[in-house]
């Protein structure tokens, strides 16, 4: 089926968009509304070779948002007929285990599950039925980030907490960044000419969210996030790992009710609790205790997961960083692998620091695992999954290895 893909990922405050062509490799639109809720909101639309179209207004809320972004494909262009629209569900619960052609049951579906990502799953509902009335007769998919993680075995999803809070509340680990995690598992396989059954791999998305994940033979077997993004690495924002009686003592000392521990968990820690800043980049810039304190936190944890997932999985064939801190900051890249040479485990300083952007190898010509930077394209993978869905045919392209569907 020929024809372009929309793929609208719905944040908390944002709205990122692409218009793919899966079949040509072609993306002839991208954008970013930004800043969602604030006083001045900003949309930046690229169509071509030309120079952006930008747009500075305040959008009070995610539908505002989604009509701008309509308006700037009427002004800016291209013509905006697509094949289908492809969109980020953050939480599907073990209600959806691949991406599914949306209706009115599935929408329930995903309200039922909002509890579990009240920042996500409501906004994402806001983009699906925004484009819903956009694209009437269009078909409407949604691909979810915890799909790939639903291959968890037993021993990984399950928590030693009572029996009724497992078996009717539903409590377990999920994890997330599974549409990153799909995608750049399978470039991975294709950047070391290795079929992708039978590789052991940890990915490391570093970027506001962290999460790190085992993946053996393109299927996950343990992740850092859990229950809700919350658990796992130090985040822009999100504290990850804390002892779970932390919200008891806080109710005892401090008076703290649930509702206000879950926003300072989620909101106020991280790096942003421990510096002032939820930015990477600002917390690198500076040169004092508090943001030395923050770094060495930070890539301390990620290579205590590392070294846990090694013991998992038996054997690494690569360790792949990706994500925006991933991707782009070579000093946490080598700090969060130091001392694992033991392990074959090693980044090359050089390479790290100097590496172009793009798909990459930073550890040594011929190491005994690689570490690689691989940018995620979570629209691509998104377009895919939905071109797969509407399709007779499988697709291919350069996220997908030759012979995979």
């Known amino acids: 089926m020929a024809g372009r893909i929309l793929v609208l990922n719905t944040g908390s405050s944002s709205i990122k968009y692409e218009l793919i062509d899966v079949r040509t490799r072609e ?3 991208r954008g970013l509304v930004e800043r969602i809720g604030e006083d001045e909101g900003r949309l930046t639309h690229h169509a071509g070779d030309g120079p952006p179209y930008e747009r500075r207004a305040r959008f009070p809320g995610h539908a505002e948002g989604l009509d701008a972004v309509m308006e700037a494909f009427r002004t800016a262009g291209p013509e905006l ?4 629209v492809g969109h980020r569900v953050v939480h599907g619960g073990t209600t959806f285990t691949e991406a599914v052609l949306i209706d009115d049951a599935v929408i329930a579906a995903i309200e039922r599950l909002a509890p579990l990502a009240p920042l996500h799953n409501p906004v994402n509902l806001t983009g699906i039925r925004v484009a819903r009335s956009a694209f009437p007769g269009v078909p409407q998919v949604a691909v979810f980030d915890t799909a790939f993680q639903l291959a968890l075995p037993p021993a990984a999803y399950t928590y030693a907490v ?14 997330f960044h599974g549409t990153s995690c799909a995608y750049v598992s399978r470039r991975a ?3 070391l000419g290795r079929d992708l059954a039978g590789l052991h791999l940890i990915v490391l998305h570093l970027g506001n969210g962290a999460s790190a994940t085992a993946v053996s033979s393109g299927r996950s077997v343990d992740t850092s996030m859990g229950l809700t993004p919350l658990e796992g690495l130090v985040m822009g924002t999100r504290a990850g790992d804390v002892d779970p009686a932390i919200g008891g003592y806080l109710a005892r000392v401090d ?6 521990v879950e926003e300072a968990l989620g909101r106020q820690g991280g790096l942003l609790g421990l510096t002032g800043s939820g ?4 917390v690198r810039a500076r040169d004092d205790d508090e943001a030395r304190l923050a770094l060495e936190v930070y890539t301390r944890r990620v290579r205590k997961y590392v070294g846990a997932y090694y013991a998992l999985l038996g054997r690494v ?5 990706t994500g925006g801190v991933g991707e782009h900051d070579a000093a946490t890249r080598a700090e969060s692998l130091a001392g694992l040479d033991r392990l074959g485990i090693t980044v090359d300083p050089a390479l790290n620091r100097a590496g172009p952007e793009g798909e990459r190898a930073v550890s040594p010509p011929g190491a005994e695992v690689a570490v690689l930077v691989i940018p995620t394209d979570e629209e691509w993978e998104i377009a895919r999954e939905a071109l797969a869905l509407i399709s007779e045919q499988p ?3 350069p996220g997908t290895p030759q012979g995979e569907p």
């Open 81 to 84: 007929n697509p094949v289908a």
């Open 279 to 282: 930015d990477m980049r600002e």
């Open 189 to 191: 396989a294709a950047l």
């Open 162 to 175: 009572p029996r009724a809070w497992r078996e009717r509340l539903g409590v377990r680990r999920f994890g």
């Open 27 to 29: 993306r002839p639109a």
């Open 317 to 321: 064939d690569a360790i792949v960083f």
């Open 395 to 397: 697709t291919t392209g």
């Open 255 to 260: 008076g703290m009710d649930a509702e206000q």
